[in-house]
Structures are given as C-alpha cells and as structure tokens.
C-alpha cells in the first residue's frame, strides 16, 4: 500500500536529484537513458530511484506518473530516444516492420524491441492505436530532432 499523499508534490518530499531521476522515470526512461541525460552511472541512478520509491512508499517506478503532471506534448516526443522516434515516423506512415527495418538498416527484431518500448512509453497497446497516438502528437513535429 502506498503512503502517497494526494496533497504531496514531488518537490516537497524529494531531494532535487532525486526529482530529477524520479521525473525521468516517471516519463518512461530507462536508467541506462537517465544517466546519459543527468551524466549519474546507471548503477547510482538505480540507487537513487530506488530510494526514491522507498521514501514515498511506492513499490515500482510506474506509481511514479501520479506523481509528476503530464509534459506538453511537443516536450514529451522529445524525451522518447531519436531510433524509437524514427521507429514510430515509419509506423505513422502504415510502414511494416520490415519496411522499416529495411529503411532504417537494423533488424525485424530491433524494430520489434523499439515498439515495446515505444508503446510502454506512450501508454498504447498496439501498432494501430500507437499510430493514432504518433500522427495526433508527435507525427512531422520530430524532423531533426
């Protein structure tokens, strides 16, 4: 059960870098992208997080998109890694999966493990309404981003 209180905000019960990882986290990266992001090591940013997640009660990183108002949409894209976006440019415009692997030059399988991602990030549960997502919030907004 978490001790989560609907009148804390992150900025009141955390320490800055703690906000930091935990806000990165709550937007669906991962350590390893957190860290390239705040130049912490993985390991300390899984450290971090964990103590995070303890001080508030919380048992997994997910809880922590109560936490954490909603980016603007523009904002959010952003934070999504460059391959996944480019994943996603493809599948907005009805591309397969070996279209796009063939056109970005990695394989079904990589394109396979960037939609999880993707998905996971954006709160979908298939191609079809990650499309809608992409074309409604992200699609032509990501050019040489």
């Known amino acids: 059960m978490s001790t989560l209180q609907s009148n804390w905000s992150a900025s009141d019960v955390f320490s800055p870098r703690e906000h930091e990882i935990a806000q990165f986290a709550a937007r669906g990266l991962t350590n390893k992208e957190i860290s390239k992001r705040t130049g912490i090591t993985p390991g ?31 904002e959010f894209v ?8 480019d994943v996603m440019e493809f599948v907005a415009k009805g591309d397969c999966n070996k279209e ?11 394109v396979k493990v960037h939609l999880k991602y993707v998905f996971a990030r954006i709160g979908v549960r298939n191609r079809t ?8 919030h992200a699609h032509g907004q990501v050019k040489g981003a």
Not at 78 to 85: A, N, Q, V
């Open 44 to 74: 300390t940013v899984g450290h971090t997080l964990r103590a995070a997640l303890l001080k508030v009660g919380l048992n997994r990183r997910t809880q922590l998109v109560q936490m954490f108002p909603p980016l603007e949409k523009p």
């Open 129 to 136: 309404e990650a499309a809608v997502w992409w074309r409604a």
């Open 78 to 85: 952003t934070l999504i890694p460059k391959r996944e976006r």
């Open 100 to 110: 796009i692997a063939s056109k970005l030059v990695i394989s079904e399988a990589t």
